[in-house]
């Protein structure tokens, strides 16, 4: 297996059409930051929960000259059924069905047995997901062993300011970082 991509490698090329019909492609972002989020699968509730905050953070991200794509592993239709359906604030952002995980390898986020039971510190988040935000377990045409990983992309140089292989997307101190980390980056540059 070769190894993770790690702060300061340049993101792998990636074009795609979204569940919309639109086509995306890496390139399309070139002057603005880059958040790419690799999900599981469309009723995972996690997963729910985590396009539900980034649909909530979209418009500061915007602000921060920062652009959002997803990957979920499941087919275009489950990702409308479980996600645009029952969402009340539909994702402003491209979703995008990779079920071969093509996109997924490129960024070596993979299944691991191992990290999802570390994912046992996300139980909180899940009772709230499924209590409080309605995001109830649904089909799984996924791999319930992925971890969710997202990777902060520079503007231009098109290189990782952050690869996180175990996201936790719903979580207050996730953004603070990529807030703080984009700041920075405005600040330093690539120094």
Not at 104 to 125: E, T
Request: aromatic residues 10%; proline residues 5%.
């Amino acid at each position: 297996m070769s190894r993770r991509l790690k702060i300061g490698d340049l993101a792998p090329l990636f074009s795609a059409t979204d569940v919309k019909g639109k086509k995306v492609s890496i390139k399309d972002y070139h002057d603005k930051y880059l958040l790419v989020v690799f999900m599981r699968y469309a009723g995972c509730p996690w997963c729910n929960l985590a396009i539900h905050r980034l649909s909530l953070e979209h418009k500061l991200l915007l602000n921060s000259d920062c652009s959002v794509i997803a990957f979920v592993q499941s087919s275009k239709e489950n990702i409308i059924n479980n996600i645009f359906s029952i969402h009340e604030k539909k994702p402003p952002f491209p979703v995008i069905s990779d079920q071969l995980m093509s996109t997924y390898a490129k960024y070596k986020v993979i299944p691991s047995a191992l990290g999802a039971a570390k994912m046992i510190s996300f139980v909180p988040h899940w009772v709230h997901a499924v209590r409080k935000g309605g995001y109830k377990q649904k089909n799984i045409d996924g791999s319930l062993f992925l971890v969710p990983a997202a990777f902060l992309i520079t503007p231009y140089s098109r290189k990782i300011l952050r690869a996180d292989y175990s996201a936790n997307m719903y979580d207050h101190e996730t953004f603070s970082d990529v807030y703080n980390t984009i700041a920075e980056h405005k600040i330093n540059g690539d120094a």
